[in-house]
Every structure is written in C-alpha cells, then in structure tokens.
C-alpha cells in the first residue's frame, strides 16, 4: 500500500516564539512522501542565494507550509528574517498551526498571522483567504516565488506568470514546478525530479 499522509485541524494554544527550539525531524517526516523528501537532496548540489531577508509568496499554498521551508533551508542559508503571503481560498490557517505543533514548533497568533522560529530563522505568515487571480494586484513586491501544483489553476488566466514577473523583485528568486519558461530569468540546473511535471525551474530576474 502506498504511503497516505492525512492531516486532522485540532485545537492548537499559541505559545509564544522560541528561538532556540528546532523541528523534530522524525515528525516532520511524517508530513512528507519519502519520495519527495529524498528528491531534496538534490538541491544541495546548487550554489545558494546569498538573501538575509526577504517575502515569499505562495498562491494556492493549502496547509503546506513545511515544503517553502524545506527550500529555504537549502537554497536561502544566510536568511534571517522571513516574511510568508500565503493564499488559498480555503481556510488552511488552522491546518498549519496543527502541523508545527505536531513538529515541535511553537508560534504566536494575530488574526490570520502567525510568526515563529524555524531553525533560528524568523518565519512570519499572513494568511489572505481570496482568490490568488484577484488578490494579486493588491498585493507588494516580493523576492521570492513559491508554487507547487498550481498549473491547472493559472492556466485559466494568461496574465498570471507576467504579472508575477513584474512583482517579482529584481535578483527576486522563481521556484516553481511548473511554466514560466518564456522569461529571461537566470536558471540553475535543477533536476527535473524536483517537480511532479518535468517543468521544475529556479531562476533569477535579471
């Protein structure tokens, strides 16, 4: 039988930031796919980026919150201070504070903003309930792009990937599974392994 990981919303309490408290990491590989989580090894074979701090957008990031993470560990090694836009039109925000509790890591809680300590980087999440395609033009700059399984859903508005190249900010860093193969960005040889389309690219604007 294949491997199923299912996450159940719980009641999690807020307990504040904790720097010095890390990850258990034999929980946090019960919200992976062995598969997936040996494919991130392969990142260790490009040169990192040298952000100390930085926003990330996510669009249609649902209850991941360990995989930007995951990236981040690997690809942004001098970053200090993190600051996370997800959106998903379903309420996830609940989701996420089950999965750092179950992992060992504690937060504290404004409205839909979380912030806590990820292996002493300063991760600080707002959580927008919206539609990404309308959400978009209200939205700042940013210097990192994050998607995952999102092709289905901007494949239906052809501005999308423009639009997220013009708020990206220049020697702003693309992570993305799938598209943008039009644009001039800077890439890195990334094994197609990495994404679940064979279109896995990390690129930065010029």
């Given at each position: 039988m294949g491997q199923v990981i299912s996450v159940i919303e719980r009641p999690v309490?807020?307990?504040?930031?904790?720097?010095?408290?890390?990850p258990n990491e034999k929980r946090v590989r019960k919200y992976i796919f062995d598969e997936e989580y040996a494919s991130l090894g392969l990142l260790s074979s490009l040169v990192p980026f040298s952000h100390r701090q930085a926003t990330l957008l996510y669009p249609g990031c649902g209850s991941d919150i360990l995989f930007p993470l995951f990236y981040l560990d690997r690809l942004f090694p001098q970053v200090e201070n993190v600051h996370y836009i997800f959106i998903d039109i379903q309420p996830c925000l609940g989701l996420i504070k089950t999965i750092l509790d179950d992992?060992?890591?504690?937060?504290?809680?404004?409205?839909?903003?979380?912030?806590f300590?990820?292996?002493?980087?300063?991760?600080?999440?707002d959580f927008i309930r919206q539609d990404v395609f309308s959400a978009l033009p209200t939205l700042p700059e940013f210097d990192i792009y994050f998607e995952r399984a999102f092709r289905i859903m901007k494949d239906s508005c052809a501005q999308y990937e423009p639009f997220i190249i013009s708020k990206l900010k220049k020697?702003?860093?693309?992570?993305?599974?799938?598209?943008?193969?039009?644009?001039?960005?800077e890439r890195l040889p990334v094994d197609q392994r990495l994404g679940a389309y064979g279109e896995m690219i990390i690129g930065k604007k010029k």
């Open positions: 309490t807020a307990k504040g930031l904790r720097k010095e408290a890390f992992v060992g890591v504690s937060f504290k809680e404004k409205k839909n903003s979380i912030d300590y990820w292996k002493g980087k300063l991760i600080q999440v020697n702003g860093v693309l992570i993305s599974d799938s598209g943008f193969s039009q644009f001039p960005l």
